[in-house]
């Protein structure tokens, strides 16, 4: 059941999430709180895995809506993101139409009475059954409302940032042929960014700025447990230490959420009861994605062991 | 509450976030929303719609808590004063009764300042404080010399004038009174002191840095002192992310109405030659490619060592940047530059070829034998030097074959255009090679040579 209604609350919001597996911080609830509430855009921006797809897909899952992704990259273009002509359909109606049109004009005694009786009929073939809805017009088109997750946006051109303006300022886009499509309900629309490139101000201005950096421990402790619910206590609080010594080393890539959740999941699948030099070493490509992470990390993986299951005896 | 609010924007400006008109508004639609009563969701909600990059969100919430801590050194203050009056009325009681029992009849003659103050009601200091303050339009504060004159309109719009009759009327008929309400008058003067330099912390700020800037930008380069080599280098970022901005997309230029036919014909070779589809020419635009060579001797080092660091930090912008530094003889410095920071990367440079005297000569000869082939048709050549070769051979001929080789030969003189010339100075018979010469002595002359440079390829 589709709940258009604004949420109640920003604790509200932390239970509604929670509910779906996700588990916000204060300041991610604040942010779904206030976009329902103003009307806002939220640009997400962070490392990449901390969970910022995650989070548009569970407000989706939580308010009972569809979710409409739309994944940018270098060339995306009007054509693709919000509206394409069906020139096939087109040309084969013309096709068709054609002994129609000449029954309907057989009338009409000159060329100019023939053209007149044919304006009168208005722009059959550039009407919206013509219209092949991309996800942008897609989004606006959902009478429930809907989660329209632009995903990426760093990752499109600067000209596709000034397509989206209309978009997210007044939840509407001009069709030159057809006049302003406005959203039947306002869609909930989520971008987000890697920081690849600076997003222009116009883009900057018409969103929340949420930033997810690395969660602190007992946040990634609580987000291990929903997501993986089989791992015993004292190997989460090892683990997620772990993981929070290595964000401390100079790495080509830190580990983020995601890959603490897989290597949950690793360690699950091999009854690892706790940590061990050997079972770190064995795993920790799960975790380190470039080889000289792991040869960075691998002189440390005792010591960093030692301090993680010492943090766990005095919590 | 909205005149607070406002206040909070500007002071948030102050710390250097953008807050425009509409994100004010949202601010506000916003704090409507999730209301006044807790500080730390309050926080957020103006981290989230005000603040948008890291940077912002780092200065807003700085900002953000010294805003709302705002009372709290006052009530400190007040606190002192408060103990302090106490301390000394339980030293000498006496006198103090003796104040009371005259002073009784004589409080219905004391202005209203000194009766506040007498009655060390806090919350009622601080709330004229804080009236006074909006009086003199405060929030208006820009530079630190205007602390004196903020201090004084607070004070005449709490009533000082009436307190200080008092004093004088008082120290005839009752000493102790009048020494009890001088003592309470220094306390706000402190008081009142430390409410300005905050206020001066909060909105004067930018206005301060961008006054600082504005004067370092047109300082000389190599005469600028010590301390201020940190702000410079500073500045120099600043300038180098701003020609980032400018010039790191390489935008797409089709040259409409020029058919590429051989491009068309081979695109549409599947319908029989008949062109579907059309293809343009496009202009083919490469990155600047620049070779650097810079005089580190003593007279211009100080320019060279700002010049560097602005080339080296325009990565996005520049393909391929080959620095090379000479005095007496010339090496390459561009691995030094990628592999230290910039002050161990100078001071390697310093060790190996600085503080000698100057060798143009000499120095073009080594760039000759060993590192010609680095110059492209499309390399820029920048040469920043004074072209005080000390009476020894220039070797122009060098500079003319360098000016041949390469697509532009930009020379940067820190000296003014009148010196050049004059003494040792070889200028004339190199800018004759040079396709451009220019001044280059202060950060703004660098920028606008540097952005030049660059502009010369889109």
Same mark, same amino acid.
């Given at each position: 059941?589709?709940?258009?209604?604004?949420?109640?609350?920003?604790?509200?919001?932390?239970?509604?999430?929670?509910?779906?597996?996700?588990?916000?911080?204060?300041?991610?609830?604040?942010?779904?709180?206030?976009?329902?509430?103003?009307?806002?855009?939220?640009?997400?921006?962070?490392?990449?895995?901390?969970?910022?797809?995650?989070?548009?897909?569970?407000?989706?899952?939580?308010?009972?809506?569809?979710?409409?992704?739309?994944?940018?990259?270098?060339?995306?273009?009007?054509?693709?993101?919000?509206?394409?002509?069906?020139?096939?359909?087109?040309?084969?109606?013309?096709?068709?139409?054609?002994?129609?049109?000449?029954?309907?004009?057989?009338?009409?005694?000159?060329?100019?009475?023939?053209?007149?009786?044919?304006?009168?009929?208005?722009?059959?073939?550039?009407?919206?059954?013509?219209?092949?809805?991309?996800?942008?017009?897609?989004?606006?088109?959902?009478?429930?409302?809907?989660?329209?997750?632009?995903?990426?946006?760093?990752?499109?051109?600067?000209?596709?940032?000034?397509?989206?303006?209309?978009?997210?300022?007044?939840?509407?886009?001009?069709?030159?042929?057809?006049?302003?499509?406005?959203?039947?309900?306002?869609?909930?629309?989520?971008?987000?960014?890697?920081?690849?490139?600076?997003?222009?101000?116009?883009?900057?201005?018409?969103?929340?700025?949420?930033?997810?950096?690395?969660?602190?421990?007992?946040?990634?402790?609580?987000?291990?447990?929903?997501?993986?619910?089989?791992?015993?206590?004292?190997?989460?609080?090892?683990?997620?230490?772990?993981?929070?010594?290595?964000?401390?080393?100079?790495?080509?890539?830190?580990?983020?959420?995601?890959?603490?959740?897989?290597?949950?999941?690793?360690?699950?699948?091999?009854?690892?009861?706790?940590?061990?030099?050997?079972?770190?070493?064995?795993?920790?490509?799960?975790?380190?994605?470039?080889?000289?992470?792991?040869?960075?990390?691998?002189?440390?993986?005792?010591?960093?062991?030692?301090?993680?299951?010492?943090?766990?005896?005095?919590? | 509450?909205?005149?607070?609010?406002?206040?909070?924007?500007?002071?948030?400006?102050?710390?250097?976030?953008?807050?425009?008109?509409?994100?004010?508004?949202?601010?506000?639609?916003?704090?409507?929303?999730?209301?006044?009563?807790?500080?730390?969701?309050?926080?957020?909600?103006?981290?989230?719609?005000?603040?948008?990059?890291?940077?912002?969100?780092?200065?807003?919430?700085?900002?953000?808590?010294?805003?709302?801590?705002?009372?709290?050194?006052?009530?400190?203050?007040?606190?002192?004063?408060?103990?302090?009056?106490?301390?000394?009325?339980?030293?000498?009681?006496?006198?103090?009764?003796?104040?009371?029992?005259?002073?009784?009849?004589?409080?219905?003659?004391?202005?209203?300042?000194?009766?506040?103050?007498?009655?060390?009601?806090?919350?009622?200091?601080?709330?004229?404080?804080?009236?006074?303050?909006?009086?003199? @339009?405060?929030?208006?504060?820009?530079?630190?010399?205007?602390?004196?004159?903020?201090?004084?309109?607070?004070?005449?719009?709490?009533?000082?004038?009436?307190?200080?009759?008092?004093?004088?009327?008082?120290?005839?008929?009752?000493?102790?009174?009048?020494?009890?309400?001088?003592?309470?008058?220094?306390?706000?003067?402190?008081?009142?002191?430390?409410?300005?330099?905050?206020?001066?912390?909060?909105?004067?700020?930018?206005?301060?840095?961008?006054?600082?800037?504005?004067?370092?930008?047109?300082?000389?380069?190599?005469?600028?002192?010590?301390?201020?080599?940190?702000?410079?280098?500073?500045?120099?970022?600043?300038?180098?992310?701003?020609?980032?901005?400018?010039?790191?997309?390489?935008?797409?230029?089709?040259?409409?109405?020029?058919?590429?036919?051989?491009?068309?014909?081979?695109?549409?070779?599947?319908?029989?030659?008949?062109?579907?589809?059309?293809?343009?020419?496009?202009?083919?635009?490469?990155?600047?490619?620049?070779?650097?060579?810079?005089?580190? @001797?003593?007279?211009?080092?100080?320019? @060279?060592?700002?010049?560097?660091?602005?080339?080296?930090?325009?990565?996005?912008?520049?393909?391929?940047?080959?620095?090379?530094?000479?005095?007496?003889?010339?090496?390459?410095?561009?691995?030094?530059?990628?592999?230290?920071?910039?002050?161990?990367?100078?001071?390697?440079?310093?060790?190996?070829?600085?503080?000698?005297?100057?060798?143009?000569?000499?120095?073009?000869?080594?760039?000759?034998?060993?590192?010609?082939?680095?110059?492209?048709?499309?390399?820029?050549?920048?040469?920043?030097?004074?072209?005080? @070769?000390?009476?020894?051979?220039?070797?122009?001929?060098?500079?003319?074959?360098?000016?041949?080789?390469?697509?532009?030969?930009?020379?940067?003189?820190?000296?003014?255009?009148?010196?050049?010339?004059?003494?040792?100075?070889?200028?004339?018979?190199?800018?004759?090679?040079?396709?451009?010469?220019?001044?280059?002595?202060?950060?703004?002359?660098?920028?606008?040579?540097?952005?030049?440079?660059?502009?010369?390829?889109?």
């Amino acid at each position: 059941m589709a709940d258009t209604r604004p949420t109640a609350s920003i604790e509200a919001v932390e239970s509604g999430l929670a509910a779906q597996g996700y588990i916000a911080s204060r300041q991610i609830a604040t942010a779904v709180y206030l976009s329902q509430q103003i009307e806002k855009p939220i640009l997400v921006e962070g490392p990449a895995g901390v969970g910022k797809t995650e989070l548009a897909k569970a407000i989706a899952a939580w308010r009972g809506m569809k979710m409409i992704r739309l994944q940018c990259y270098e060339g995306l273009d009007e054509a693709k993101a919000l509206y394409e002509w069906k020139y096939a359909k087109q040309l084969l109606y013309t096709q068709i139409l054609k002994d129609k049109l000449g029954e309907v004009l057989g009338g009409a005694q000159s060329l100019a009475a023939a053209l007149d009786q044919l304006h009168t009929f208005g722009d059959v073939f550039f009407s919206k059954e013509f219209v092949e809805p991309r996800p942008l017009l897609q989004a606006l088109e959902q009478e429930a409302g809907c989660v329209l997750l632009i995903d990426e946006i760093d990752k499109s051109d600067a000209e596709f940032e000034s397509l989206l303006l209309e978009i997210l300022s007044d939840f509407q886009v001009t069709i030159p042929e057809l006049g302003t499509v406005s959203a039947v309900a306002p869609p909930t629309v989520i971008l987000t960014s890697n920081s690849e490139r600076d997003l222009g101000d116009a883009l900057k201005r018409r969103c929340l700025h949420l930033h997810i950096g690395f969660p602190e421990q007992k946040l990634e402790e609580r987000i291990v447990e929903s997501r993986v619910p089989g791992i015993s206590q004292t190997l989460r609080k090892q683990m997620v230490g772990f993981i929070h010594e290595i964000r401390s080393l100079d790495l080509k890539k830190l580990p983020s959420v995601s890959e603490a959740i897989d290597w949950a999941r690793v360690l699950v699948l091999l009854q690892a009861s706790e940590l061990d030099t050997e079972i770190v070493k064995d795993t920790l490509n799960v975790l380190l994605k470039y080889e000289a992470d792991i040869e960075a990390a691998t002189p440390q993986i005792s010591s960093f062991i030692a301090k993680a299951s010492r943090q766990g005896v005095f919590s | 509450m909205r005149e607070n609010l406002h206040r909070f924007f500007r002071a948030a400006r102050g710390a250097g976030v953008r807050v425009s008109p509409a994100e004010s508004i949202d601010a506000m639609r916003a704090v409507a929303q999730v209301g006044f009563a807790d500080r730390d969701i309050l926080r957020d909600t103006f981290l989230l719609t005000l603040a948008k990059t890291q940077d912002e969100k780092r200065a807003l919430g700085e900002c953000f808590d010294l805003f709302f801590s705002q009372p709290e050194p006052q009530q400190e203050n007040a606190e002192q004063n408060k103990t302090d009056d106490t301390s000394e009325s339980g030293a000498n009681p006496s006198a103090d009764e003796h104040g009371d029992a005259a002073g009784g009849a004589a409080k219905e003659n004391l202005g209203p300042l000194a009766q506040m103050l007498l009655s060390q009601d806090r919350s009622a200091i601080s709330t004229a404080i804080a009236n006074a303050s909006g009086a003199a @339009s405060l929030p208006d504060i820009r530079y630190f010399t205007q602390r004196g004159i903020f201090q004084t309109r607070i004070l005449d719009a709490m009533g000082i004038q009436r307190l200080r009759d008092d004093i004088d009327e008082q120290t005839a008929r009752n000493p102790a009174l009048a020494e009890r309400l001088q003592e309470a008058l220094n306390g706000l003067r402190g008081t009142v002191r430390d409410a300005v330099s905050q206020a001066l912390m909060l909105y004067g700020r930018e206005e301060a840095e961008n006054l600082r800037n504005e004067i370092l930008r047109n300082a000389p380069l190599a005469r600028i002192e010590p301390r201020q080599v940190e702000q410079m280098r500073a500045l120099i970022r600043q300038i180098a992310r701003r020609l980032r901005e400018r010039y790191s997309k390489p935008r797409k230029r089709q040259r409409r109405g020029h058919l590429d036919v051989r491009r068309t014909l081979r695109r549409n070779a599947a319908w029989g030659g008949v062109p579907f589809l059309t293809a343009w020419k496009r202009k083919h635009r490469d990155r600047p490619k620049i070779v650097a060579l810079c005089d580190v @001797s003593g007279s211009v080092a100080r320019v @060279s060592d700002f010049f560097l660091l602005l080339i080296h930090s325009l990565h996005e912008v520049v393909d391929d940047v080959r620095s090379f530094a000479f005095s007496g003889h010339l090496i390459e410095v561009s691995d030094i530059l990628e592999s230290n920071s910039p002050e161990e990367a100078m001071k390697e440079i310093m060790s190996k070829v600085g503080f000698g005297s100057s060798d143009y000569g000499n120095s073009f000869a080594d760039f000759e034998d060993n590192w010609m082939s680095a110059i492209t048709p499309q390399t820029t050549v920048i040469v920043l030097g004074d072209a005080r @070769s000390n009476n020894l051979d220039p070797r122009a001929d060098i500079l003319r074959r360098i000016g041949e080789r390469s697509k532009r030969l930009v020379w940067l003189n820190p000296e003014g255009r009148m010196v050049w010339g004059f003494g040792d100075s070889e200028m004339p018979r190199y800018a004759t090679f040079c396709t451009v010469v220019r001044q280059c002595a202060t950060a703004q002359q660098l920028e606008r040579a540097v952005s030049d440079i660059v502009a010369t390829y889109q």
